[in-house]
């Protein structure tokens, strides 16, 4: 999902700064609870993106509800220099990776408060759209005339603007975060239902347990049915309460698989390597474009 980014952040790890046990906070808890008071810095910013990357970290219910509020405020982008489309692609980065921890978390957000999440998405979509802008007509001018100029554009001067200097990572953020917002349905179970049916799947295919392919999309499989032929049949099972992206779907399930996958490679058990979880998603990737 990353793709090619404009922030290169990740290029100079070893500028980011750490939060130690030596200062007093030891849990990823109250590691979280520190950063997410320093959201303006970019540093502080992707030592957050890490630190719920690291799927050994576990957090709280309420350090993942308070992270992903502070990350839905679109009050400190209220200004544009120079590194206001990195700073905001690293922010959505960083709010798709909490979301998609608490996608695997028991944690059902409230309707309130997914509905204020969802809302501020809007804001950052015009965010974007004026930072495009204001980046194409040169932030060295110090917003005097050209600065009126941008907020006298007609719509034709603001689709080429958009068009020539777009960051199209930002565009795939926000509609992945809309369509897993959407996914997440209020006061139900559904996507625990789904993860737990993949989950299932994989295990079975990937003989990590033992068991007869019958339960785990509701029909009758046969014992050599392929994983491929088997997730085709969890994506029919699927339906959503809201409109998604048509490439929503298949996208949601190979994040259940990379979930589960690195899960297995990584934690204490190390059922799998790293390696042959590689393996697994790129034949899924593969399938595609067959």
């Known amino acids: 999902m990353e793709g090619s980014s404009s922030q290169n952040g990740s290029s100079s790890c070893n500028t980011i700064p750490e939060i130690h046990d030596s200062d007093g906070f030891t849990t990823p808890d109250e590691k979280a609870e520190e950063l997410i008071k320093r959201l303006t810095n970019i540093k502080y910013l992707y030592a957050l ?3 719920f990357e690291n799927l050994q970290n576990e957090f709280s219910p309420q350090i993942l509800r308070d992270t992903l509020v502070a990350l839905a405020d679109p009050t400190p982008f209220d200004f544009y220099a120079k590194q206001s489309v990195t700073r905001l692609e690293l922010h959505l980065r960083t709010w798709v990776t909490v979301l998609e921890r608490i996608c695997f978390s028991p944690i059902v957000l409230s309707k309130e408060l997914r509905d204020k999440v ?3 998405l809007s804001k950052f979509a015009e965010i974007h759209r004026k930072t495009t802008q204001v980046i194409e007509i040169g932030v060295d001018n110090n917003f005097k005339s050209n600065f009126n100029q941008f907020n006298q554009q007609n719509n034709n001067q603001d689709d080429q603007i958009i068009t020539k200097k777009r960051n199209y990572n930002i565009d795939f953020l926000l509609i992945h975060l809309r369509d897993t917002l959407h996914s997440l349905r209020d006061d139900e179970t559904w996507f625990q239902e789904i993860i737990r049916r993949v989950k299932k799947l994989l295990k079975t295919a990937l003989n990590i347990t033992p ?3 019958t339960t785990i999309t509701g029909t009758n499989l046969p014992s050599d049915c392929s994983i491929l032929s088997m997730l085709n049949q969890v994506r029919e099972s ?3 309460k809201y409109p998604v992206a048509s490439y929503y779907v298949d996208w949601r399930i190979m994040l259940i698989i990379q979930h589960n996958l690195f899960t297995w490679s990584e934690g204490t ?10 393996l697994v998603l790129m034949e899924y990737l593969w399938s595609f474009l067959e």
């Not at 058990?269 to 590689?278: A, G, L, T």
């Open 269 to 278: 058990e190390m059922i799998i390597s790293k390696k042959f979880c590689e």
């Open 211 to 213: 068991g007869i392919l």
């Open 49 to 51: 993106k890490l630190l």
């Open 238 to 240: 699927l339906s959503f």
């Open 118 to 120: 969802y809302n501020s």
